[in-house]
């Protein structure tokens, strides 16, 4: 029972260890980064070749990650969440423009998915290539992980015809 107990904590600590690592890893690339930069990160539907000039003029590389640095990200450092879905205005697409923005300001490797649906209607969402789980959808909106396959049900009978994602070390 000691031993089990010995365990869990260090389990504990190991995965509180690699979160702050994550954490001080993400403030390190912000610091590197100037204010001028730092106030792009908030602009609205910051579209590819923005983020495109904001990778070349820093000299960024941009690389995948763990999907427990993801999470950390969404849950920690990501905003994108705390904006008000606005009918015409702020959409689905925006959300996911200020995900992506965001985390190429961190050095993460992500990318804009377009999901199609059956009835003719599409949804933006955000997707990492993990280290170790592969690619993973994350919903800005919500600060979710979703689930993307074709003829799944997404939401109330929508199910997915197709799925396309373009990466952000791929802008052009």
Request: net charge negative; charged share 20%; with cysteine.
């Amino acid at each position: 029972m000691v031993k089990r107990k010995l365990r869990i904590e260090l389990l504990v600590l190991t995965l509180f260890g690699m979160l702050c690592i994550a954490l001080v890893h993400a403030h390190l690339c912000v610091y590197v980064l100037n204010e001028r930069i730092a106030d792009l990160s908030r602009v609205n539907g910051m579209q590819t070749a923005q983020v495109k000039r904001l990778l070349e003029h820093n000299n960024m590389t941009l690389n995948d990650t763990s999907k427990m640095n993801v999470l950390a990200f969404m849950c920690f450092l990501d905003d994108t969440n705390r904006h008000d879905y606005i009918e015409g205005e702020y959409v689905c697409r925006h959300f996911a423009w200020d995900m992506i923005a965001n985390a190429t300001l961190f050095g993460m490797r992500c990318g804009y998915v377009a999901v199609y649906f059956d009835d003719g209607t599409s949804h933006a969402l955000v997707s990492f290539n993990t280290t170790r789980d592969g690619i993973v959808f994350a919903d800005p909106q919500h600060d979710c992980f979703v689930n993307i396959e074709q003829g799944l049900e997404y939401s109330d009978g929508d199910y997915i015809t197709d799925y396309e994602i373009i990466w952000n070390d791929d802008f052009s």
